[in-house]
């Protein structure tokens, strides 16, 4: 499994000097099973970027679009998303079974008028929203398992396993507080447990957190603690917060691999950023 990142920056697009090294487009990843076939998780800002590669590709007519939850950041890039304008796609939307129709909905009410000037109806793509959930036969032998968000309104968090390795992608997710529809942190850490590649929501630091609480995010040091008992080898900070810069990042980084490797764990600490390419 080949896996991209378009986005990576949580609440809003974050663009300026403060961000070009870790990106400021919000939400959005690509994924290629083993057979290239792609699946994308949310559709942030960054689902602009990639759709302009991939309408270059001229073998590509078919994909999946996974969205974790509704809130803005996870859908503003998809009435820029390319694909949807070109009959040749076909866009497979799965979400949970129970979030089926939901699916459709969300989508299209953010191209409704007067927000947007071209409906849902007339994308010339073809959009199929019966898939039976993540991990369809549609999703092209990319076994795909869910767990509920601890989040405002709730959401999915997503595992994915081929030929043995797993990537587990869990962002917008508050271990410290138990939303309604949420589980609580053991549930996340088995999960997560073993896997080779864990992407979780870290937007706080303690101190910031003392002030955030509730508001559905997980602070730096919870969320390598997760990683610690989860056992994964690679832990990657995900939803970085629009205000964080590269020299903050560089710097928790640095303190959270000295504080794992002082805990007895060989985890490795990264930031996620934009146009990471990570081959598992
Ligand atoms: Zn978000
Ligand atoms: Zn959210």
């Not at 890039?77 to 040749?88: D, E, H, L, N, V």
């Not at 999915?156 to 962002?171: H, L, P, Q, R």
Request: overall charge negative; hydrophobic content about 40%.
């Amino acid at each position: 499994m080949k896996i991209k990142v378009w986005g990576c920056r949580g609440t809003l697009p974050s663009p300026g000097h403060h961000t070009l090294k870790f990106g400021g487009n919000t939400t959005c990843i690509e994924i290629r099973n083993e057979k290239n076939f792609l699946t994308i998780i949310d559709a942030g800002s960054g689902m602009r970027l990639l759709g302009k590669e991939l309408i270059k590709e001229e073998n590509l007519s078919e994909m999946c679009l996974i969205l974790t939850h509704a809130h803005w950041d996870h859908l503003m890039g998809f009435p820029f998303f390319i694909p949807a304008y070109f009959s040749r796609f076909k866009i497979n939307v799965c979400g949970v079974a129970s979030a089926k129709t939901f699916m459709r909905h969300i989508l299209a009410r953010q191209l409704e008028a007067p927000y947007f000037p071209v409906n849902f109806e007339d994308l010339k793509a073809s959009f199929n929203f019966d898939c039976a959930g993540p991990g369809c036969d549609r999703c092209h032998n990319l076994a795909i398992d869910s767990i509920n968000l601890s989040h405002p309104n709730g959401g999915f968090a997503y595992k994915f396993s081929e030929n043995g390795k797993v990537f587990a992608f869990i962002t917008d997710n508050e271990l410290g507080f138990q939303h309604p529809g949420g589980k609580l942190p053991k549930d996340y850490v088995n999960f997560a447990m073993g896997a080779d590649l864990l992407f979780h929501d870290a937007q706080y630091t303690d101190k910031e957190y003392e002030k955030t609480r509730g508001w559905g995010h997980t602070t730096y040091n919870e969320a390598l603690k997760l990683a610690i008992e989860a056992k994964v080898k690679r832990f990657g900070i995900f939803h970085h917060d629009p205000d964080r810069t590269d020299e903050e990042l560089d710097r928790i980084v640095a303190e959270l691999g000295q504080r794992a490797k002082d805990l007895g764990s060989e985890v490795e600490v990264f930031a996620v950023s934009d146009g990471l390419e990570i081959s598992l």
